[in-house]
């Protein structure tokens, strides 16, 4: 009843709800036909396959460029490791050098601190688990490029990788890559959403911390 209601006076409301079930199914059939990644925190090694690779990529939104090398405005990573690693770390890419080997880490394409919070947010609806601080903090005063994930965001994302529903990170993909700001699109956001989960889940277990380095935007 409430639904005809809603399409008598919203005649694109139809529309708006078969588009999103579309993306769905998009998503889910990419990601069933997607190669496989994985962490391993003891070698340093994140495996996550390039976004516009995957079936049904979109080339409007690429997040890479032909060559598979970052081709953003934000460059961001995601990785494993203690305070003392993470600053050495972040002023290593702060410097344009490749930092020192240790710790698994993930490329973010054109992620920052704000679309990981806005991640959390979808992630913690999703899981339903509650509300707490989702907000990445800076490290240092001195390296504003350096966050640091809290806790909750951490904990809502490992809840994520545990949830019953196989559909559920197709659906937090799908939600978070609406976000008008987050150059990538539902079948792209799935293999990401997955590793960050995958790495995040990592960490935990062994007791490690989880930072963000965001770059310069050019």
Known sequence: MLGDLIELFQPNHQHFVAEQERQRNEVREAGSAAPPFGIDLEAGVATIPSPDRLPGASPGRATRSEHGSPDMTVRSELFVSDHT??????????????????????????????????????VARAVQFGTGELELQEVDLDRESLFELPSFLQEVLVELGRAEDAELPADVATEWSADEDLPLTPVTALPLVRSIVALVTAATEAGRTVYLWVGPTE
């Open 85 to 122: 690693g993470a600053l050495a770390r972040a002023d290593a890419r702060d410097a344009g050098r490749d930092p020192a080997l240790g710790g698994a880490c993930l490329e973010l394409a054109g992620v920052d601190a704000l679309e990981l919070e806005v991640l959390g947010e979808v």
